[in-house]
């Protein structure tokens, strides 16, 4: 107390617990302190302790508020986020769910109005068929929109646990799925193999799968079983192809799903990525869309660190990109610092 001059100290005490002192010098006329100046500082110091015990409890209160009000805001921005995907899910659904619905309600309601009681078996067959088509319809725009939602839900991320997966499987099997439908087409649907063994990468082979699968679809879907091409001097038929192969490429696998189809209007490609969204040539092609399985594509390759993009030209075909990053690349150069630090530890003597 001599050294910091000091006269008087009195303790600043909360729930039996020393928070403060107050620290009087000598009175300025330099008396002696009284008692009741001992009486008045006491109860002082017991104001000031209440007064720093209510503003301590302000300040955690005001925290615990700007902590839930934050907490609150983060809730609101997500729910305006899910309210805008579902209008949008509900635009969609009136446009793109329609069309199969009203086909398949027009032709069960002919038949249970007996309007093709008197019809022959294969006319009668080919309305079945139809409803059949129209609920496989239902059944991938549905799975989309499912897909889509989940996404944007933002379900759907790649973690730093995500498993090693050989690539070329994955991409083997999006193709034998996607066999019967080539055949239905009747398009030759083509799978390189790649001539050497290929680095695995980091990924989930259920997404990926799909992302391949959505682009072989597609290429199958804007794809005629056949045309007609000019030549020097005569026309040629030649049949719908679409090819998918995978190869090490320096910036990593690079997948390619190409086909000599209907082809992308230049203005128009960049777009097609968005949900819902469809180029101009295609809806006469193909009424169905969903216009969501692009979108899908980009946001599994994303999700996966890769790139995603098109080439394409009208009435030629197009040639769909996934560039995906071999796994091991950072885990090798971890592997070559840990063998330097160790290099460098011996050099200089320590453990
Ligand atoms: P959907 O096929 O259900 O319309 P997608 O998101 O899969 O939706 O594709 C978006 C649009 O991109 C298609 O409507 C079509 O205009 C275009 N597109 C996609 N793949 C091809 C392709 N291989 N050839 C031509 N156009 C394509």
Redesign the pocket.
């Known amino acids: 107390m001599k050294r910091i001059e000091a006269s008087l100290c009195l303790p600043l005490i909360i729930k039996n617990k020393l928070i403060g002192i107050i620290v009087l010098g000598e009175k300025i006329s330099k008396d002696a302190y009284t008692k009741e100046d001992f009486d008045l500082l006491a109860t002082l110091s017991n104001q000031a302790s209440v007064a720093i015990e209510n503003a301590s409890l302000y300040n955690n209160m005001e925290e615990i508020v700007d902590s839930q009000t934050k907490d609150i805001k983060d809730k609101n921005i997500r729910l305006e986020k899910l309210l805008k995907v579902q209008s949008e899910f509900l635009d969609i659904s009136s446009h793109q769910l329609r069309t199969p619905v009203s086909v398949i309600k027009g032709v069960t309601t002919m038949m249970l109005e007996g309007d093709m009681d008197n019809l022959p078996k294969e006319k009668k067959n080919k309305f079945l068929q139809a409803i059949a088509d129209k609920s496989v319809k239902l059944e991938n725009i549905i799975n989309?929109i499912l897909s889509a939602s989940e996404f944007d839900s933002a379900k759907f991320a790649i973690k730093a646990n995500t498993p090693q997966i050989p690539i070329e499987k994955v991409i083997e099997d999006a193709v034998k799925s996607s066999k019967l439908e080539a055949e239905q087409r009747n398009i030759d649907l083509i799978w390189q193999k790649p001539l050497k063994p290929l680095p695995e990468i980091r990924g989930e082979s259920r997404y990926l799968e799909q992302a391949v699968g959505?682009?072989i679809s597609?290429?199958l879907?804007?794809?005629p079983s056949t045309k007609m091409v000019k030549e020097a001097r005569a026309q040629r038929e030649i049949k719908g192809v679409v090819k998918v192969e995978v190869s090490k490429d320096k910036d990593g696998i690079l997948v390619k799903v190409s086909?000599n189809?209907?082809?992308?209007p230049q203005d128009?490609v960049k777009k097609?990525f968005a949900k819902f969204?469809?180029?101009s040539?295609?809806?006469a092609m193909?009424t169905d869309?969903?216009?969501?399985?692009?979108?899908i594509v980009k946001e599994i390759i994303d999700g996966h660190k890769g790139k995603v993009w098109v080439e394409?030209e009208i009435d030629k075909g197009?040639t769909?990109y996934i560039l995906l990053p071999v796994a091991g690349k950072v885990d090798a150069i971890g592997s070559i610092i840990k063998e330097e630090v160790k290099v460098y530890n011996r050099y200089y003597g320590k453990k």
């Open positions: 989309d959505n682009l597609n290429a879907k804007y794809t086909d189809g209907i082809g992308i128009e097609l969204a469809r180029a040539n295609a809806t193909y869309g969903s216009g969501l399985g692009l979108f394409s197009s769909f």
